[in-house]
């Protein structure tokens, strides 16, 4: 079976959403950016610090091509970026988790946000995510209010995949 695959930017709920999804339809969860770092022994941040960002966004497309030939039947939790800069489009069944830009704001608290070297300051934050909201929108198979309770946001993405024929 096709992995699920939430995208959407940071605090947009990919994680909770993950763990909560994978628990209910008895798969496990894997989440991008925890393989790379994992697998590297490094915090993100070390990560664009010691080798920039450039070198972040090849090791997620590794992390694609590795995740597309090996894994099925997985929920796939990605980093807000990977969609952006690289084409997900092997890795399964895509939800775009659109939350407004002050849910975010408060989803994330200052170590949330410090944990995420592309967050840097509200505005700088915020022009990112206007940037990128249609990209995630045209890159995914369904878009998602994550804005609701997750008891709701669960609902609706499984509803979405039990009427989807295509995966
Ligand atoms: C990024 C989002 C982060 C992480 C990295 C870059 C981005 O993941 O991959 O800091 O470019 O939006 P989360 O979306 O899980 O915060």
Redesign the pocket.
């Known amino acids: 079976m096709a992995n699920i695959v939430l995208i959407g930017?940071?605090?947009s709920g990919?994680?909770t959403i993950g763990s909560a999804l994978a628990q209910k339809m008895g798969r496990f969860l894997l989440d991008t950016?925890s393989l790379i770092q994992t697998t590297y022994n490094q915090h993100?941040p070390e990560i664009f610090a010691q080798y920039g960002e450039q070198k972040?966004r090849e090791l997620e497309s590794q992390a694609i091509a590795w995740l597309s030939a090996n894994v099925s039947n997985a929920i796939i939790a990605t980093?807000?970026?990977?969609p952006i800069f690289n084409d997900i489009s092997t890795l399964g069944e895509i939800y775009y988790l659109q939350s407004d830009f002050e849910t975010i704001l408060a989803r994330l608290d200052h170590q949330e946000r410090s944990k995420?070297?592309?967050f840097g300051d509200q505005a700088q934050a915020k022009a990112l995510y206007l940037e990128r909201q249609n990209l995630y929108a045209k890159v995914a198979h369904h878009t998602i209010n994550a804005n609701n309770d997750i008891p709701e946001i669960l609902t609706e993405i499984l509803t979405r995949h039990n009427a989807s024929k295509r995966f």
């Open positions: 930017f940071m605090g990919k994680s950016d993100i972040f980093g807000g970026g990977m995420r070297p592309l």
